[in-house]
């Protein structure tokens, strides 16, 4: 049995599916989509998805509707948020999030070293 949204995955699924370097790695009781081996968005136990944004970017989308920090340990992870599933109800909204989690993560440098996804 899993915790996390599967249809969430799924959706996430169809919409990077076209994307170069897609991976998927089980992670923080979900599942992390991946670009080249880098965290881009992931569906959350419990529910929910996370997103990879600039330090700035994350920031300033806390400010939008269920939107919030990342924070499993009482230290918020800077550019990284949570949207809750309501955030997430249209495909459109859905979209918007993953787009602009896939602009950041295609401006990072390669990865180098350590152990590259499957």
């Given at each position: 049995m899993v915790d996390y949204d599967t249809d969430l995955l799924d959706r996430l699924r169809l919409l990077l599916g076209g994307e170069p370097g897609l991976s998927e790695r089980a992670m923080f009781g979900g599942v992390a989509l991946m670009l080249d081996g880098k965290m881009c968005v992931g569906v959350m136990k419990g529910g929910g998805m996370m997103v990879r944004l600039s330090a700035e970017e994350g920031e300033s989308a806390v400010q939008e509707p269920y939107a919030r920090k990342m924070d499993f340990t009482g230290r918020p992870?800077?550019?990284?948020?949570?949207?809750?599933?309501?955030?997430?109800?249209?495909?459109?909204?859905?979209?918007?999030?993953?787009?602009?989690?896939?602009?950041?993560?295609?401006?990072?440098?390669?990865?180098?070293?350590?152990?590259a996804g499957p």
């Amino acid at each position: 049995m899993v915790d996390y949204d599967t249809d969430l995955l799924d959706r996430l699924r169809l919409l990077l599916g076209g994307e170069p370097g897609l991976s998927e790695r089980a992670m923080f009781g979900g599942v992390a989509l991946m670009l080249d081996g880098k965290m881009c968005v992931g569906v959350m136990k419990g529910g929910g998805m996370m997103v990879r944004l600039s330090a700035e970017e994350g920031e300033s989308a806390v400010q939008e509707p269920y939107a919030r920090k990342m924070d499993f340990t009482g230290r918020p992870m800077r550019g990284w948020i949570i949207v809750d599933s309501e955030g997430l109800s249209s495909e459109q909204d859905l979209g918007s999030w993953v787009d602009r989690a896939v602009r950041h993560v295609r401006t990072l440098p390669p990865k180098t070293g350590g152990v590259a996804g499957p």
